[in-house]
Every structure is written in structure tokens, then in C-alpha cells.
């Protein structure tokens, strides 16, 4: 596996969580670009840090989102914003280094977000111009 930083992905997460997610803290949160997986279905990631490692390491909680090349890079831009939603939805409301399941991830919730997302964002393009 290869990683590296991916800028445009990380902008556009910023993005969107200073419009869905104002409790992710921005700094603690970076995006990377993976190449080389074995996995079949799997799109993009949410890893952290958990809770005995943060404590034995006195650091605060960090979560990397991941995101798979081979896949990642052929979908639409709509289906991106959707993946990326997906991942930050992962990242619980107290960010503490655990994770939000599938129970609340799920795609009712997500396009529920997308549609927010995407008229909260007209709305501010539509201010500007």
C-alpha cells in the first residue's frame, strides 16, 4: 500500500464539515489518498486512534480519512461529496477517537446531508455572486 496526502480531497471535507459538521475540528482531521488495496468494495476509511492509545501516548484523538484510488478517483463529483459525507459521519459529536456505526452512517442519513450540503451551498454561491 502507497499513501499520500490528498489536498483536494481534504479541502473539499473541510468544506463540507463547516457546513454539516461544525463539531469536527478541522486540524485533528486529515485526508489521504491510498493505492495498492487488496479490497474489493471498500471506497474510503475512517481510522482513529482509540482511547488506551491516546491515553498511553497523552495525545488527542485524530482520525485519517482514507480514500482508495482504484475507486475513489472514478466515481461522479456528486458520489465523492456522498463518499466524503459518509466518512465525516463516522466521526461522533464529542470527538473523542471512536467511531459513529453503520446504524447512523447509513444512506438515508447521508443523502439526507448531501441535500443540506448542496442547497447550503448554492445558497452561499448564490450570495457571492
Do not use: W
Request: charged share 35%; hydrophobic share 30%; proline share 2%.
Amino acid at each position: 500500500m502507497k499513501y499520500e496526502f490528498a489536498e483536494d480531497i481534504q479541502k473539499k471535507a473541510e468544506e463540507i464539515s463547516k457546513i454539516l459538521f461544525p463539531h469536527i475540528r478541522l486540524e485533528r482531521v486529515k485526508c489521504f489518498r491510498s493505492y495498492g488495496t487488496n479490497s474489493r468494495r471498500t471506497v474510503a476509511r475512517c481510522h482513529s486512534i482509540g482511547k488506551l492509545l491516546q491515553k498511553a501516548l497523552d495525545v488527542k484523538p485524530f482520525y485519517v480519512l482514507e480514500f482508495i484510488s482504484e475507486r475513489f478517483d472514478k466515481l461522479s463529483e456528486e458520489e465523492k461529496t456522498k463518499v466524503i459525507i459518509h466518512e465525516l459521519m463516522h466521526i461522533p459529536k464529542n470527538f473523542g477517537g471512536g467511531f459513529r456505526h453503520h446504524d447512523h452512517v447509513c444512506s438515508k442519513n447521508i443523502e439526507k446531508n448531501f441535500k443540506i450540503y448542496k442547497k447550503t451551498k448554492n445558497e452561499r454561491e448564490e450570495n457571492f455572486s
